[in-house]
């Protein structure tokens, strides 16, 4: 079992950076895949990224490449991502994700923590 909880989240202006942290407990974090969501309100869930063991990472949502950047720290067993030149659609509930190497879906999931993003 992996438990995740999210923080950083809170209410900033446009062309602000917010760094997101998401706190691992349970088992080796340094062997899974970190993933970070997000969902706007009346909106799907949206992939941002993920990272793997080696700190190396994806970016999926095309709105936030160059903008948005994923690390990880395995000793600290905790995710980050910085988010930098925010907008006011960026605004949503952001998510922290884990999945195992040879799993294709994220199984472990955080509560969430709410970013808004005023104008």
């Known amino acids: 079992q992996v438990q995740l909880v999210e923080s950083g989240g809170g209410l900033v202006q446009a062309g602000s950076s917010l760094r997101l942290s998401c706190a691992a407990s349970?088992?080796?974090?340094?062997?899974?895949?970190m993933g970070w969501f997000r969902q706007a309100p009346g909106k799907e869930r949206e992939s941002i990224g993920e990272?793997?063991?080696?700190?190396?990472?994806?970016y999926y949502g095309t709105d936030v490449k160059g903008r948005f950047t994923i690390s990880r720290d395995n000793a600290k067993k905790t995710t980050y991502l910085q988010m930098n030149s925010l907008k006011p659609e960026d605004t949503a509930v952001y998510f922290c994700?884990?999945?195992?190497?040879?799993?294709?879906?994220?199984?472990?999931w955080g509560q969430g923590t709410q970013v808004t993003v005023s104008s």
């Open positions: 994700a884990a999945r195992g190497i040879g799993d294709s879906q994220f199984h472990y």
């Open positions: 990272s793997n063991w080696t700190g190396s990472s994806e």
């Open positions: 349970g088992r080796i974090f340094s062997s899974y895949i």
